[in-house]
Antibody, heavy 120, light 110 residues
């Protein structure tokens, strides 16, 4: 069974940093692109960042570009999101999502999410 | 990277049908055959119900169907059931390994 489990969320002050992790199991992690998607309180889903299967190519939403860094450790089947310069508007539930097989572009497995709260 | 436009809410009675629209641009919805839809019950994990505009993953009832005309995609749910009450999000691939979601539509089963 495919599973992804996020961790690392918490309360942080504006301008602070946080590192999210996503532990994957039940599939060949190193073969799939992975993404982070977030949902702010009372708002819709927002794609945040994606990373190629080999970790060589990274992609970011304009809202986080230059502040967030996505990475992965394929030997440990783990995805990361380093978040620096956090702002109030980054407060959200952050989901880790597995992309579909090559040839299509959708998210077919999601974690439960980890909550990030940015507040002084 | 502007969000796709969805109605904030729709409603329908049991056994009726509802359609949720999702409007984008030629750079996303109209430009790629990669529109997906997710059902999200609050507090639970988003669930894929439609991918590649019209395809259903195994296990998703055929009451759920997707379509597209130009820059607008649609999700139709027929034979409404109480458990269909949830938030529904469209999502489109936007090129260069980026995606854009809709703002979400709250479905109420009356």
């Amino acid at each position: 069974e495919v599973q992804v489990l996020e961790s690392g969320g918490g309360l942080v002050q504006p301008g602070g940093s946080l590192r999210l992790s996503c532990a994957a199991s039940g599939f060949t992690f190193s073969s799939y692109s992975m993404s982070w998607v977030r949902q702010a309180p009372g708002k819709g889903l927002e794609w945040v960042s994606s990373l190629s299967a080999d970790g060589a190519r990274t992609y970011y939403a304009d809202s986080v570009k230059g502040r967030f860094t996505i990475s992965r450790d394929n030997s440990k089947a783990t995805l990361f999101l380093q978040m620096n310069g956090l702002r109030d508007e980054d407060t959200a539930l952050y989901y880790c999502a597995k992309r579909s097989e090559a040839g299509s572009y959708y998210f077919n497995s999601w974690g439960q999410g980890t909550l990030v709260t940015v507040s002084s | 990277q502007s969000a796709l436009t969805q109605p904030r809410s729709v409603s329908g009675s049991p056994r009726q049908s509802v359609t949720i629209s999702c409007t984008g641009t030629s750079s996303d919805v109209g430009g790629y055959n990669y529109v997906s839809w997710y059902q999200h019950h609050p507090g639970k994990v988003p669930k894929l119900i439609i991918y590649d505009v019209t395809k259903r993953p195994s296990g998703v009832p055929d009451r759920f169907s997707g379509s597209r005309s130009g820059n607008t995609a649609s999700l139709t749910i027929s034979g409404l059931q109480a458990d269909d009450e949830a938030d529904y999000y469209c999502c489109s691939y936007a090129g260069s390994f980026t995606w854009v979601f809709g703002g979400g539509t709250k479905l109420t089963v009356l």
